[in-house]
């Protein structure tokens, strides 16, 4: 079982190591910067990240994010005779986005079928804040930035939730079947899952970079790996070029990356701000976020009565002080049932209880316990009147 900071390590190590820091890897960085500090995806500004690293660096970023950074450019040049260009000038409203991925396909005569989202977009699936239900939605979000062709995201779609059930520990099989359940796919992108693990070959007749021939390469590849030193071993530069992220990443979701096998690296200054990044986004998988992670969710679902009928005793506690027993029942509630509705209702039995304890008549004791808890809800409040 590969634990979560190792997949995490893993699939950014992996990524750059098989690759050879491809361009695709600054890419990573960006995205990845953006996650980090916004802590949700934000298309506009992770595009704009993409264009100013294309602006000041220079990276071979692929044709179409080329052509989008082109089409672009007259909006920033015109925006640059008033100010310094920066990444802020980079910053476009979606409509505009969208507006220039169509254009970009146009111009490509619609083949923005590529597998450059597949490539870049993994630390998606590293995100704690995303939901598993809307990580592939998500992907094909953050593929549509530049490639306007649905095949491109829905392949970044079926990498990233590969990664997301690897790292929570589902085998491989388990992760790459799951992944395809995903709904209304493209005929191409669902007949990879029927024919990777058959030994096929892709079909020579398509672009090598069509993302549904590089899914389906990655995936053989991986599938047909005993442990990862003989996949590594094995790696063909030359015939698997355009999977090398792919599979890098794959690699490191599902085996992890030991530090054997890359120590001769670790003075790299590109391999520490890489696995500066992905310490911080396995940080995020503590169990103190999964608890506020499974909060977030129940919080509108969980206002039952149980908390109410079990926490009774604590009202009997006479090392309790009455001014701290509402606290402290409300925190007992929350271990199981994270809506105010529950707590004040539990607050409110144990704080009857603790005043019919101490010899205060029936209506006494409701007005108190209503008066003393704090925000009370309207639901709540009615129950007194």
């Known amino acids: 079982m590969t634990s979560i900071h190792a997949c995490c390590d893993g699939m950014f190590i992996g990524h750059a190591l098989v690759s050879n820091f491809d361009d695709s890897s600054h890419m990573t960085l960006q995205l990845s910067e953006s996650l980090l500090e916004l802590k949700r995806f934000d298309g506009p500004n992770v595009l704009s990240r993409y264009l100013y690293l294309y602006h000041t660096q220079k990276y071979d970023l692929g044709e ?21 260009v920066s990444c ?71 990498v990233n939730l590969i990664c997301r059930s690897l790292l929570r ?3 491989w099989q388990e992760a790459v079947q799951s992944a395809f359940l995903a709904p ?14 058959r030994s096929m070959s892709s079909n020579v007749n398509v672009h090598p970079a069509y993302a549904p021939r590089v899914l389906l390469e ?36 599902r085996w992890g990356i030991p530090l054997e096998i890359f120590e001769d690296k670790l003075d790299d200054p590109r391999l520490k701000t890489i696995r500066d990044i992905a310490n911080k986004f396995s940080r995020e998988w503590s169990p103190e976020n ?29 090392w309790i002080n009455e001014n701290d027993l509402y606290q402290i029942v409300c925190n007992e509630a929350n271990l199981t049932h994270f809506c105010p509705t529950a707590e004040q209702a539990s607050g409110v039995v144990n704080l009857i209880c603790r005043r019919l304890i101490k010899d205060d008549s029936w209506g006494a004791a409701v007005n108190n316990a209503f008066s003393t808890v704090p925000n009370l809800l309207v639901e709540i409040r009615e129950i007194q009147t």
């Open 218 to 253: 990655a995936l053989q590849y991986v599938a047909n790996s005993h442990n990862l030193t003989e996949a590594l071993q094995n790696l063909n530069v030359k015939k698997n070029f355009y999977a090398l992220p792919i599979i890098g990443v794959l690699l490191g979701a």
């Open 169 to 171: 520990n589902k085998t």
């Open 88 to 158: 802020q000038s980079f910053l476009f409203d979606q409509s505009i986005i969208d507006e220039t991925a169509k254009l970009t396909d146009s111009i490509l005569g619609n083949k923005t079928a590529g597998c450059g989202p597949a490539s870049r977009s993994f630390p998606l699936a590293l995100c704690h804040w995303i939901d598993d239900d809307d990580l592939f939605d998500i992907s094909k979000k953050e593929a549509t930035l530049t490639h306007h062709n649905r095949l491109a995201g829905e392949v970044a779609g079926i």
């Open 64 to 84: 179409t994010t080329k052509i989008v950074y082109e089409s672009l450019q007259n909006r920033v040049q015109n925006e640059s005779q008033r100010s310094p």
């Open 184 to 197: 209304s796919l493209h005929d191409d992108v669902s007949a990879v899952c029927l024919r990777y693990g």
């Open 290 to 318: 999964e608890i506020r992670s499974a909060h977030d969710k129940l919080k509108g679902f969980s206002g039952g009565c149980a908390p109410a009928q079990r926490s009774f005793p604590l009202g009997c506690c006479s």
